[in-house]
Nanobody
Framework: QVQLVESGGGLVQVGGSLRLSCAAS????????MAWYRQPPGKQREWVAI????????RYVDSVKGRFTMSRDNAKNTVYLQMNSLKPEDTAVYLC?????????WGQGTQVTVSS
Protein backbone atom coordinates (compact mmCIF):
# COMPACT_ATOMS: atom_id res chain seq x y z
CA GLN A 1 0.00 0.00 0.00
CA VAL A 2 1.43 3.35 -1.07
CA GLN A 3 1.66 5.98 1.60
CA LEU A 4 3.03 9.50 1.77
CA VAL A 5 2.73 10.85 5.29
CA GLU A 6 3.54 14.49 5.94
CA SER A 7 4.34 15.86 9.36
CA GLY A 8 5.88 18.92 10.99
CA GLY A 9 3.26 21.52 10.21
CA GLY A 10 1.86 23.89 12.78
CA LEU A 11 1.38 27.47 13.87
CA VAL A 12 4.40 29.76 13.73
CA GLN A 13 4.99 33.49 13.92
CA VAL A 14 6.26 35.59 11.06
CA GLY A 15 9.99 35.06 10.65
CA GLY A 16 9.89 31.66 12.27
CA SER A 17 10.90 28.26 10.94
CA LEU A 18 9.37 24.85 10.45
CA ARG A 19 10.70 21.60 9.08
CA LEU A 20 8.27 19.41 7.21
CA SER A 21 8.84 15.70 6.63
CA CYS A 22 7.26 13.30 4.19
CA ALA A 23 7.72 9.60 4.88
CA ALA A 24 7.12 7.35 1.88
CA SER A 25 6.31 3.66 1.72
CA UNK A 26 4.88 1.11 -0.67
CA UNK A 27 6.93 2.06 -3.72
CA UNK A 28 10.56 2.27 -4.82
CA UNK A 29 11.35 5.68 -3.40
CA UNK A 30 14.70 6.08 -5.16
CA UNK A 31 13.04 5.90 -8.58
CA UNK A 32 10.63 8.77 -7.98
CA UNK A 33 10.88 12.51 -8.33
CA MET A 34 9.71 14.05 -5.08
CA ALA A 35 8.07 17.43 -4.75
CA TRP A 36 6.30 19.68 -2.30
CA TYR A 37 3.15 21.54 -3.24
CA ARG A 38 0.99 23.87 -1.20
CA GLN A 39 -2.60 25.01 -1.29
CA PRO A 40 -3.36 28.30 0.39
CA PRO A 41 -6.89 28.81 1.71
CA GLY A 42 -9.29 29.53 -1.14
CA LYS A 43 -6.58 29.26 -3.77
CA GLN A 44 -5.26 26.69 -6.23
CA ARG A 45 -2.56 24.24 -5.44
CA GLU A 46 0.92 25.42 -6.42
CA TRP A 47 4.25 23.73 -6.83
CA VAL A 48 6.88 24.71 -4.24
CA ALA A 49 10.00 22.58 -4.70
CA ILE A 50 11.27 19.41 -6.37
CA UNK A 51 14.16 16.96 -6.11
CA UNK A 52 14.51 14.52 -8.96
CA UNK A 53 15.27 10.84 -8.63
CA UNK A 54 18.72 11.51 -10.09
CA UNK A 55 19.65 13.75 -7.17
CA UNK A 56 19.98 16.95 -9.16
CA UNK A 57 19.99 20.12 -7.08
CA UNK A 58 16.51 21.03 -5.86
CA ARG A 59 14.49 23.64 -7.71
CA TYR A 60 12.13 26.11 -6.10
CA VAL A 61 9.33 28.45 -6.96
CA ASP A 62 10.64 32.00 -6.95
CA SER A 63 8.60 33.03 -3.91
CA VAL A 64 10.48 30.63 -1.60
CA LYS A 65 14.00 30.77 -3.04
CA GLY A 66 16.55 31.58 -0.36
CA ARG A 67 14.10 30.70 2.43
CA PHE A 68 13.13 27.07 1.83
CA THR A 69 15.45 24.09 1.43
CA MET A 70 14.30 20.70 0.19
CA SER A 71 16.28 17.53 0.77
CA ARG A 72 15.78 13.80 0.45
CA ASP A 73 17.15 10.85 2.39
CA ASN A 74 16.82 7.74 0.25
CA ALA A 75 17.96 5.53 3.13
CA LYS A 76 14.94 6.69 5.13
CA ASN A 77 12.51 7.08 2.20
CA THR A 78 11.88 10.59 3.40
CA VAL A 79 11.93 14.09 1.99
CA TYR A 80 12.15 17.26 4.00
CA LEU A 81 11.30 20.89 3.55
CA GLN A 82 13.12 23.30 5.81
CA MET A 83 11.20 26.56 5.84
CA ASN A 84 12.83 29.67 7.27
CA SER A 85 11.82 33.33 7.42
CA LEU A 86 8.20 32.33 7.11
CA LYS A 87 5.68 34.88 5.89
CA PRO A 88 1.87 35.05 6.23
CA GLU A 89 1.59 34.22 2.54
CA ASP A 90 3.26 30.87 3.23
CA THR A 91 0.12 29.81 5.08
CA ALA A 92 -1.21 26.72 3.31
CA VAL A 93 -1.68 23.00 3.41
CA TYR A 94 1.63 21.51 2.29
CA LEU A 95 1.45 18.28 0.33
CA CYS A 96 4.08 15.77 -0.67
CA UNK A 97 4.05 14.40 -4.22
CA UNK A 98 5.88 11.48 -5.82
CA UNK A 99 6.08 10.97 -9.58
CA UNK A 100 7.60 8.47 -11.95
CA UNK A 101 6.45 8.89 -15.50
CA UNK A 102 2.66 8.80 -15.51
CA UNK A 103 2.44 7.31 -12.03
CA UNK A 104 2.05 9.70 -9.16
CA UNK A 105 1.02 9.73 -5.53
CA TRP A 106 -0.10 12.43 -3.10
CA GLY A 107 0.02 12.73 0.62
CA GLN A 108 -2.82 14.07 2.74
CA GLY A 109 -1.01 17.26 3.61
CA THR A 110 0.04 19.13 6.72
CA GLN A 111 -1.23 22.57 7.71
CA VAL A 112 1.22 25.45 8.05
CA THR A 113 -0.13 28.67 9.51
CA VAL A 114 2.05 31.77 9.79
CA SER A 115 0.62 34.39 12.09
CA SER A 116 1.47 38.06 12.11
Amino acid sequence: QVQLVESGGGLVQVGGSLRLSCAASGFTFDDYHMAWYRQPPGKQREWVAIITSTGSPPRYVDSVKGRFTMSRDNAKNTVYLQMNSLKPEDTAVYLCHARRGVIDYWGQGTQVTVSS
